[in-house]
């Protein structure tokens, strides 16, 4: 992020280039290439004049003709002064040394009549920005193209910087001369999704205009044609009717570029705006969990029921049963939103569970008229609703943190030199505890994270995980009980056996007597699959690994691609089988374990009981 003491190098200055940026030529000729960088110590720097040792980073020779007289306020032939240079260069020694001697923090010079703290910023030089930034410079000073220094941060893409100096109280809709904020800049000038998504973060105003063509951020990002960015700021409620000074709204500037996929994107959003404004709509969209549940209530129970009805033409049901489902896909698409499509694998879950259980209530209890032969049936439908509502309904381990926090913690990281982004989320603005991921479904952080399960509709992680394992196991439990009841069902409903007429009679026999309870039995047997697939691997992993399926899978990747391979089994989670048990379900066992209690929520470093005798760095 910072980087070691170096020169610009020739892909900083190619993106100079791009962006229109003139830097003066004495500086094209300090220019280093990694194979020059170590000309200073192979040969005699004695005779350097203190321009080309401010940037070669030379404490020593600067110092010797400081004390010789030299005024580190005097600019070269260009009015670039020492402390530019330094900056520029990342040299923290001589911009606390210069500054030192009265070198004026804001000075301005090059052909960009840019400041010191100017400089650094368009290097992505961060620790120079704070240390500038703590002696005393000004962020909100205009340069020669009229940027501050946020903008000149959005403008070469430096979130760490962009963190910081929002946190440090520079205004993210702070305007240059035009009235053009950083997040108009990063919708017109950056294509891509960053840094507009990052900006978002720090609540920046969508609607503000500039002062000559009266544009918002979503006018700048149609005009330049911004795909993601159009996308990232409609999400954040960009208004689609601001006229600008010709007015014209963003829809009809998308017309005049002739962009199909913006049309068609505001558009779709216009259609979807006007939809929140009519009452029984906004019930729908509210309400669109509870729709998709009824849908696929309905789904299943029509696939059931077309298969069961006495017609034996397959023809017919086939005909019948694809347009009762496109009649149903219709009313769906009309009345449920696309973003509830999410919800469809956890409704389909739940839909199934229950015409399951009501299939094994009508056809299989009566047939099991021993309680003893019951209760595996009720323990199993007891245990599968109250852990899934456990599941579903705890906290997985979501950081959150208040405004203040984060701007606090984003200034202490980066003073510290750990603003770094495998440590620090951008999209939550936090330092990431160990173990900890961003979950993109749920747009948060979650303390030591597992996965996104798709049948719960919810992360799986510290808070819940102990709670997801048992609901597999009671949903597996419900299914073995189903699979005998049916097995029972079929032998005393259906004449033929496999024994007596073999296997193809048989299923002929079964599809013929009971055509519904082989539907459900082809339900039992696919959740029972996935459910075993998923738990088996589970429990490997936390009781002989001590890890999460997250950790597990990134510490696969990594061994696949490095030189030397990393064992699964030696790593600092892993504590023995007996105390990862007790570790992950925070049992004693009578007293026989004693678990370690770590909130996972805000462990930053790992304990030295949990990583002694351990040789692999923390997930």
Known sequence: MEGASRECSSHSHGSFRQHGHNWPSSYEDKELSKEHEMLPFMEDYSNFDIVKAAQYGLLERCRELVEAGYDVRQPDKENVTLLHWAAINNRLDLVKYFISKGAVVDQLGGDLNSTPLHWAIRQGHLSVVILLLKCGADPTLIDGEGYTSLHLAVLFQHMPIIAYLISKGQSVDTTDHHGYTP?????????????????????????????????????????????????????????????????????????????????HILRDEEKIRIRRTSVFLRFLEKNEFLLMSISALLLIWTVGYVASLNSDSWLLKGILLIFILVTLSFFSRLFIGFNAIKYFPVTFLISSIFWISWTCFICFLPRFPDISSQLPFFFAMVGLIYYFYKTVRTDPGFITNTEEEIKKNIINLGESGSLDFRTFCTSCLIKKPLRSMHCHACNSCVARYDQHCIWIGRCVGVGNHAYFILFLFFLILLNIWTIHGSIVYWSERCTTTYQKDGAWMSFTQIVSCSPWVLYVFMLVLFHTLWAVLWLIPQIYQIAFLGLTSHERTTLRKQSKYSKHPISLRKTPYNLGFFQNIADFFQCRCF?????????????????????????????
């Open 591 to 619: 007293g026989i374990l004693k678990p370690n209690i770590i909130d996972w929520t805000k462990q930053y470093t790992l304990m030295f009981n949990l990583a002694k005798d351990r040789h692999i760095h923390p997930v």
């Open 183 to 263: 997040l108009m800049l990063s919708a017109h000038k950056v294509i891509g999704r960053e840094p507009t998504h990052f900006l978002i973060k720090f609540n920046p105003s969508v609607n503000a205009v500039d002062n000559i063509e009266k544009n918002t951020a979503l006018h700048w990002a149609v005009i330049a044609e911004n795909v993601n960015a159009v996308d990232v700021l409609l999400e954040a409620g960009s208004s689609l009717d601001i006229n600008n000074v010709k007015g014209q709204r963003p829809l009809d500037l998308a017309l005049q570029t002739k962009n199909r996929i913006i049309i």
